[in-house]
């Protein structure tokens, strides 16, 4: 049985930080792409961040580029987004989700493609308001 619980939303004010958690159960994150997104009031979900156990590779779009942070630890078996700087428009529900990757898939490409996850979490809410 796969499961993934998102974690550690809340409310922050402009400029703050907070880090999601995402742990994973009924399976390991080897070979498993796993990817962070989000979906705010009457937009479409879209790709935040993926990291790819395949190559090691990580993605992240621009609009988060240099604010946002994907990891993971093995041990834990959870996976974390660290979100920096944050911002009214970062505001939106948080999904992570997880996929096997064939060898050499790219987070890049993962992340591309929301409909090619097949394991999902609850959500967690972000509110960025001062």
């Known amino acids: 049985q796969v499961q993934l619980v998102e974690s550690a939303g809340g409310l922050v004010q402009p400029g703050g930080s907070l880090r999601l958690s995402c742990a994973a159960s009924?399976?390991?994150?080897?070979?498993?792409?796993i990817g962070w997104f989000r979906q705010a009031p009457g937009k479409e979900r879209e790709g935040v961040s993926c990291?790819?156990?395949?190559?090691?590779?990580?993605y992240y779009a621009d609009s988060v580029k240099g604010r946002f942070t994907i990891s993971r630890d093995n041990a834990k078996n959870t996976v974390y987004l660290q979100m920096n700087s944050l911002k009214p428009e970062d505001t939106a529900v948080y999904y992570c989700?997880?996929?096997?990757?064939?060898?050499?898939?790219?987070?890049?490409?993962?992340?591309?493609?929301?409909?090619?996850?097949?394991?999902w979490g609850q959500g967690t809410q972000v509110t960025v308001s001062s």
């Open positions: 989700a997880a996929e096997p990757v064939p060898p050499g898939r790219t987070a890049q490409a993962m992340c591309a493609m929301t409909k090619g996850f097949g394991s």
């Open positions: 009924g399976f390991t994150l080897d070979y498993y792409a």
């Open positions: 990291i790819s156990s395949s190559d090691g590779s990580t």
